[in-house]
């Protein structure tokens, strides 16, 4: 769904840097989360946040943190990459307004995470 | 705890065979669950959910509650369902846990 995008797609660094995710959405939804995926381990839950005033941990948030801007954009920071977070991570976004609830979530298309 | 579990990594089958991938869940209340799907080069998107109780591409899941599965199924496989499909359960704070995906093949 092109109204979820990521950048960068692709990404190439070192251990010890600091790396920027950066998630926008164009759908109006409240909710926004990040994942990582890794072979054999699925999707797994990094973040979430249910408004611009929210942000929670998800399963696996150690080394990472993330900032929700507003509520178009929610970015995920790793302060000092190690080689074990190379991944593939995705942004998806969710809706849940008054009188409403859609489960469905919707994803960015992936950013390609190497560190060496 | 609340958890998804897909058991096989791989399920290779040949065009028109049926095809059934396994889900068991585990939770303590009224699940919601889903299938989701991602096709090569494509993103993650919904394929179903059992609240809906549809049909999509030919495939159908249906909750046993008595064996806590949700398995997905489809009489007769194509080769555009060659993908990776994930479970998933809403949890008690409606967030998604997902189980770690089954990629399905299908040959000529």
């Known amino acids: 769904d092109a109204d979820v995008t990521q950048t960068p797609r692709n990404r190439i660094t070192k251990t010890g840097k600091r790396i920027m995710l950066e998630c926008s959405q164009t759908?109006?939804?409240?909710?926004m989360y990040w994942y990582r995926q890794d072979p054999g381990l699925g999707l797994r839950l990094i973040y979430y946040s249910f408004d611009v005033k929210d942000i929670n941990k998800g399963e696996i948030s150690d080394g990472y943190s993330v900032s929700r801007q507003a509520q178009a954009k929610f970015s995920l920071s790793l302060e000092s990459a190690i080689p074990n977070q190379t991944a593939l991570y995705f942004c998806a976004t969710s809706d849940l307004r008054q009188g409403k609830n859609t489960d469905t979530q919707y994803f960015g298309p992936g950013t390609r995470l190497t560190v060496l | 705890a609340q958890r998804v579990t897909q058991p096989e990594k791989l399920l290779s089958v040949f065009k028109g065979a049926p095809v059934e991938l396994k889900c068991n869940y585990s939770y303590s209340g009224s699940p919601e669950l889903f299938w989701y799907v991602q096709y090569s080069r494509q993103r993650l998107q919904l394929l179903l959910r059992?609240?809906s109780r549809e049909s999509i591409k030919g495939f159908t899941a249906d909750l046993n509650k008595g064996e806590t599965s949700f398995h997905l199924k489809k009489p007769f496989a194509q080769e555009e369902d060659s993908a990776m499909y994930y479970c998933?359960?809403?949890?008690?704070?409606?967030?998604?846990?997902f189980g770690t995906g089954t990629r399905l093949q299908v040959f000529p």
């Open positions: 059992h609240i």
């Open positions: 998933a359960l809403k949890d008690n704070t409606d967030k998604l846990i």
């Open positions: 759908k109006g939804h409240d909710r």
